[in-house]
């Protein structure tokens, strides 16, 4: 009778497709919670915010103004590259993108290329970015629904992008707000 050994034999080894963490918070506009955040964590590679603090960061000279003109931005931390939406001028990002800096070597190339895509849309509550791994490139659509900004909602519906590029929609939609319901039903409690 043949044995019934085990037959051991190494497994090929299988190219790996680069694993991201994308982590999602409401900052509620907080400068301090933000800066924590980005200096504390050791593991998240892309992180999408909604309300973020976003207020002066310096002060343009402006011959017309003699006090010179507050220059607005979120936070910056050194390991991270800040991505903004599109914001109107004088107006406010509703949505930000924080990207992990990375430093290529020869062994461990970048996972991940970020690019913002401010031609898909001018919405301040709306971020499209395209991330790039080496097998290809995803859409992620950063969204906040400002309840006081009816047209958030509408930009985020109308988003006309390409249906063949996998697409990760992320955000704060406040779903607990009115806009989300039929007229004829009551809202929920």
Same mark, same amino acid.
């Given at each position: 009778?043949?044995?019934?050994?085990?037959?051991?034999?190494?497994?090929?080894?299988?190219?790996?497709?680069?694993?991201?963490?994308?982590?999602?918070?409401?900052?509620?506009?907080?400068?301090?919670?933000?800066?924590?955040?980005?200096?504390?964590?050791?593991?998240?590679?892309?992180?999408?915010?909604?309300?973020?603090?976003? +207020? !002066?960061?310096?002060?343009?000279?402006?011959?017309?103004? &003699?006090?010179?003109? *507050?220059?607005?931005?979120?936070? #910056?931390?050194?390991?991270?590259?800040?991505?903004?939406?599109?914001?109107?001028?004088?107006?406010?990002?509703?949505?930000?993108?924080?990207?992990?800096?990375?430093?290529?070597?020869?062994?461990?190339?970048?996972?991940?290329?970020?690019?913002?895509?401010?031609?898909?849309?001018?919405?301040?509550?709306?971020?499209?970015?395209?991330?790039?791994? +080496? !097998?290809?490139?995803?859409?992620?659509?950063?969204?906040? &629904?400002?309840?006081? *900004?009816?047209?958030?909602?509408? #930009?985020?519906?109308?988003?006309?992008?390409?249906?063949?590029?996998?697409?990760?929609?992320?955000?704060?939609?406040?779903?607990?707000?009115?806009?989300?319901?039929?007229?004829?039903?009551?809202?929920?409690?």
């Amino acid at each position: 009778m043949p044995s019934m050994g085990c037959c051991c034999r190494p497994l090929p080894i299988m190219a790996v497709q680069p694993i991201i963490s994308i982590a999602l918070v409401n900052m509620h506009r907080r400068n301090a919670a933000t800066h924590v955040l980005l200096n504390s964590d050791e593991h998240t590679n892309l992180f999408l915010i909604q309300e973020p603090w976003f +207020d !002066t960061i310096g002060t343009a000279r402006l011959d017309s103004a &003699c006090q010179g003109v *507050d220059i607005l931005g979120g936070v #910056a931390s050194p390991g991270w590259e800040v991505l903004y939406p599109a914001i109107p001028k004088g107006g406010q990002a509703k949505v930000m993108a924080y990207a992990r800096k990375q430093a290529p070597t020869p062994h461990n190339k970048t996972p991940f290329t970020t690019i913002p895509h401010l031609d898909i849309s001018a919405h301040p509550c709306l971020q499209v970015l395209d991330v790039v791994l +080496d !097998t290809g490139t995803w859409h992620i659509i950063n969204f906040y &629904c400002d309840v006081k *900004d009816k047209s958030s909602l509408q #930009a985020l519906l109308t988003l006309d992008i390409d249906a063949a590029t996998p697409t990760l929609v992320v955000g704060d939609f406040n779903t607990h707000s009115p806009s989300w319901s039929p007229p004829t039903i009551p809202c929920s409690t």
